[in-house]
Structure formats: C-alpha cells, structure tokens
C-alpha cells in the first residue's frame, strides 16, 4: 500500500552566505534560523536578521567616528585665539568631515560582511542554543505538520551539516509523493554511509528531476553498489542513475563500466540518447560500453 501523501513544499530561498539566515531578538538576544514572527523564547515581537543588527552597529560606530571628528572641529575652533586660525581650522575639519563620510559610505557593503562575522564569532553559544531550541521546535511539529518539519529541518541544515539531519529530510521526503515542480536537492543530503531511504530517495529523484543526478550521486551509488542491489528495488535504481548520467557526456566518458553494466535496463528513450551520444563520437574511448551499446541496439532496437 503506497502511503505517500501529494505536497506542496515551500521553494527554498537561496542567499549568498547561511549565516544569513540568522535571526536575532532585539529584546532577549536569543537567534533563531527560522522564520517565525515572534520571538519563541520571549514571545516579543523583536526579531530582525543579522545583516539589519550587523548594518545598525556599522551605522553606529560610523555616526561615533563623525561625531568624534566634529567634537574635534569645534574644540579646535572653540580654542583658536585668532579669527583666521578659528575659520581655517573650522574649513579643514568640516572637508575632513565630507571626506570621512564619503569613505564610509563606500566601505559600507564591506563594514556589513566583517560586523556579520564579528556578531557571529562573539554569539557562538547562543546561535548553538537557538539551533537547539530550532530543531525543538521541528521534531515537535513533526506528527502536526511534516511539511512543516522538513521545511524547518531545511532551513537548520543550512548551517547545521551532519548526517542526522540529513536523515530526517530523508525519511520525511519519502513520504511524499515527489512531483517534477518540487524544489528537491539531493546532494546536500548525501550521506557517509549506506542507508536504503537515501538510496530509495535517490532513484525517485532519478525519475522526476535528473539534472540532480551528478557526480557526487553517482560516486555515492557506486560506491553501495553491492548493498544498493540487495534491495528489493535495487537495480531499478541504479538502472534510474543511469539514465540520468547519460544526458551529459562528462558523465559517460568518466563511468563507461556503470553504463555498460545497466544499458540493456535502460528505457528506450535514455538508450537512444546513448547510442547516439556514442554514434556522434567515433573518436572516444568508450571501453567496452560502445561494443554492448551496439549489441544491445541490434538485439533490441534493429528490425529484422
């Protein structure tokens, strides 16, 4: 009985750094990487991003350093004993002013980064506490809202990288029936060792988006061969790997053995795309995939 549900899954907002997804509490200092709208540890409504904290301590410490420069100016005209030394140290302290400003405003876009990564340094143990709290959060979800819960496991797996959280996005995507509109990943969920839900994972994604398919998988399949095979289901993944590899030559070139060993189980469609992707290059050492390709085409596919 398949009890795989039909989802929708909430596409993945991509930025340039993870740490961006942090958020802190203005109010109890406390980080969170989700996307909650109040604060879950004060319950106030005080949360911004870390680039809006990094950007409001940049502004501050610029403002402290124009201040500072103006405090001076003043203090050098305030003190002059003549009008001409008084105007002249008044003129010069408010260029150097413009010119302060001017630099600051073009150092901005990198002050930003640097504040971000000093915030981050500094806040180690809370942003740790917040994950915590974070991933307390998903697996109480979990029997309400699986959705919900992988959605959040997501967004923690952006800057929490082990082979456990990797395993609960597993297990939770095999239980929805996966669409080619689905914004999947496969990669970022390899893990170390063998494990049947990621193979199963692996040979659906084969099925519904097989620009996913690249080397890291491949290797990885390759790899578990031997245990991949003992599934029940095994050589329809592996068959599955297969034919997502051959719609790149690189793929073809650098596992020729793999696509010997499974292209008499490939679907037409993916067969032909070998035979021709082999036909269009005489010149390549294929092995011995280009002899079983052209064995395999005159069994199966060559009338009479």
């Keep these: 009985m398949n009890k795989k549900k039909p989802v929708t899954i909430t596409p993945f907002l991509q930025t340039k750094y993870s740490f961006e997804k942090l958020r802190i509490c203005n109010h109890c200092k406390s980080f969170t990487v989700l996307w909650e709208d109040q604060c879950t540890v004060c319950g106030k409504d005080a949360l911004m991003t870390i680039q809006m904290k990094a950007t409001i301590k940049a502004k501050r410490s610029m403002r402290n350093e124009l201040l500072a420069a103006l405090l001076f100016t003043l203090l050098g005209v305030l003190f002059g004993k003549e ?23 073009k150092m901005m876009p990198y002050v930003i980064p640097q504040e971000m990564e000093d ?23 979990l029997q309400v809202d699986k959705v919900l819960t992988y959605e959040m496991l997501r967004e923690i797996s952006t800057l929490v990288h082990n082979d456990r959280i990797r395993l609960q996005q597993i297990v939770l995507l095999q239980t929805f029936i996966l669409r080619k509109d689905m914004d999947l990943v496969l990669e970022p969920l390899l893990l170390k060792d063998f494990d049947m839900e990621l193979a199963a994972y692996i040979g659906e994604v084969s099925k519904v988006q097989r620009d996913l398919i690249k080397n890291q998988t491949i290797r990885y399949i390759l790899t578990y061969e031997s245990q991949i095979m003992e599934m029940e289901n ?70 009479g």
């Design 83 to 105: 009008m001409m030394p008084m105007v002249l140290c008044g003129v010069v302290g408010l260029l150097l002013i413009l010119l302060l400003w001017n630099v600051q405003k």
């Design 234 to 303: 095994g050589r329809d993944i592996m068959t599955g790997v297969a034919g997502a590899a051959v719609r790149m030559k690189k793929y073809v070139e650098t596992y020729p053995e793999f696509l010997r060993r499974y292209a008499r189980y490939l679907p037409k469609d993916r067969f032909m795309r070998l035979y021709q992707l082999i036909r269009q290059n005489p010149e390549q050492s294929w092995d011995h995939l280009a002899e079983e390709v052209s064995r395999i085409h005159n069994e199966k596919y060559t009338e």
């Design 119 to 141: 915030l981050i340094l500094v806040e180690q143990s809370r942003i740790i506490e917040g994950i915590k709290h974070n991933r307390q959060t998903a697996v109480a979800n």
